[in-house]
């Protein structure tokens, strides 16, 4: 196999582990009572906060359905069902009463963090532990040479 081959092969497995982990997202949402498409919209929703200066700018159920190609409606029903579990809660925007803004609670900002927790950190931090020492040295050795060489091709692209 030549090395070219090999890089594939790598590639592939990262995409495995990465589809491997977003399942496991899934699989804690639903633990969770949530739909995965209300679990992909509190992460869509989370994307679209702008933090800026101390304050939070939340996006109107118009910017969330256009970012997410549906219709005002349907994102407005969604955001519905979101704020009867406590997840989400719209607010009048103080400069226009028209508009409402669609914020996080603490709730839905809790579990959407425990859930990446659990998913990504716990999830991986176990399986790398039923590896043996051997492997989990030469592992980190070639993550850390896989950071340097990005690193310091970064800016060659």
């Known amino acids: 196999m030549n090395k070219e081959e090999k ?14 982990i977003h399942r ?26 702008l933090y800026v200066n101390d304050e939070v700018k939340a996006p109107t159920i118009g910017e969330i359905a256009k970012n997410v190609d549906n219709s005002q ?47 990504s950190s716990k999830f991986l931090f176990n399986s790398i532990l039923n590896m043996d020492d051997r492997d989990i040295d030469d592992f980190l050795k070639c993550l850390e040479n896989l950071k ?3 690193s310091d091709n970064y800016f060659k692209l």
Request: net charge negative.
């Open 7 to 20: 890089i594939e092969i790598i590639v592939q497995y990262k995409n495995d582990i990465d589809n491997i």
């Open 24 to 49: 496991k997202y899934h699989e804690l949402a639903q633990k969770y009572d949530l739909s995965l498409e209300q679990f992909h919209l509190l992460i869509e929703l989370d994307d679209l906060m």
């Open 73 to 119: 409606n349907t994102m407005s029903e969604k955001i519905t069902r979101l704020e009867n579990k406590g997840l989400v809660e719209r607010i009048k925007d103080k400069n226009d009463k028209r508009i409402s803004r669609v914020y996080l609670t603490d709730k839905g900002r809790n579990l959407i963090d425990s859930i990446d927790k659990q998913a």
């Open 148 to 150: 340097k060489h990005m």
